[in-house]
C-alpha cells in the first residue's frame, strides 16, 4: 500500500461509505481535530514520569481512532464489520471510573489552575482543549453523531483534566492557581 494515492490532490477526501467530501468539511475538521487530540496524547505518553499511565493513554488513542472512524462514517456502513471502531456506553463509564481512580489521589480544587507543569502534564492540558475543540465540532455536524460519541469526548476532556493534574502531582509538579 503506498502512502501517497493523489486522491486527496484536488481538496477532497474520501468518506468511509465512499462518498467524497471536501478536505474543509465540517465532518472532516471533527475527525481531524480527533486525530490530533489523538497526537498529543502520543506526546504525553511519550513524556511520562509516571508510566504506569502509559496503558490508560493508549487505550485512549485507540479510542480515539474508533471515534474517527465512526465521524468519517456517517452513513453508519463500519459499525457492523469492525466491532473495535465502536464507542458504546461501557467505553464512557470506563472514562468516570478512571477520573474517580485519579480523583482520589488529588487534593480538592479550590480554585482554576494554569496549564502546565511537567512536560506530560502541560501535553494533556493541550489534549484537553484540543478535545473541547472536537467536542464543538461533533455537536455542529449534521447529520448528529451518536449520543455517546458526544458523551465520550465530553467525560474524556474531564478526564484529560484530571490526568494532567495527577500527571503532575506524580512528577511532584505544583498547580498554579489563578
Same mark, same amino acid.
Not at 502512502?3 to 468518506?15: C, H, K, P, V
Not at 493508549?58 to 465512526?70: C, E, K, N, S, Y
Not at 501535553?123 to 482543549?129: K, S, Y
Given at each position: 500500500? #503506498?502512502?501517497? =494515492? ?6 477532497? =477526501? ?7 467530501? @471536501? #478536505? ?25 514520569? !509516571? ?8 487505550? *485512549? ?13 456517517? /452513513?453508519? =456502513?463500519?459499525?457492523?464489520?469492525? =466491532?473495535? /471502531?465502536?464507542i458504546g456506553n461501557d467505553d464512557v463509564?470506563? *472514562? ?8 482520589? +489521589? ?28 472536537? +467536542?464543538? @465540532?461533533?455537536? !455542529? ?28 502531582? @506524580? ?5 498554579? +492557581?489563578?
Open positions: 500500500m #503506498k502512502i501517497y =494515492t493523489r486522491a486527496g490532490d484536488t481538496g477532497e =477526501t474520501s468518506l468511509l461509505d465512499g462518498t467524497r467530501a @471536501r #478536505k474543509d468539511d465540517a465532518r472532516v475538521d471533527a475527525y481531524g481535530d480527533v486525530d490530533e487530540l489523538s497526537a498529543w496524547l502520543g506526546l504525553a505518553r511519550t513524556s511520562l514520569l !509516571a508510566p504506569e499511565l502509559a496503558d490508560d493513554i493508549t487505550h *485512549l488513542q485507540r479510542d480515539l481512532f474508533a471515534v474517527g472512524a465512526q465521524l468519517a462514517d456517517p /452513513a453508519d =456502513t463500519l459499525a457492523p464489520r469492525v =466491532t473495535k /471502531a465502536v463509564t470506563r *472514562l468516570e471510573q478512571l477520573i474517580d481512580r485519579l480523583d482520589a +489521589e488529588l487534593p480538592p480544587l479550590h480554585r482554576f489552575t494554569l496549564a502546565g507543569g511537567s512536560s506530560a502534564g502541560a501535553a494533556l492540558h493541550v489534549a484537553r482543549t484540543v478535545c473541547r475543540r472536537a +467536542e464543538r @465540532r461533533m455537536v !455542529a455536524l449534521t447529520p448528529p453523531v451518536d449520543g455517546v460519541l458526544l458523551r465520550y469526548v465530553n467525560r474524556l476532556s474531564d478526564l484529560l483534566f484530571v490526568l494532567a493534574r495527577a500527571v503532575n502531582r @506524580r512528577a511532584g509538579v505544583a498547580e498554579i +492557581e489563578w
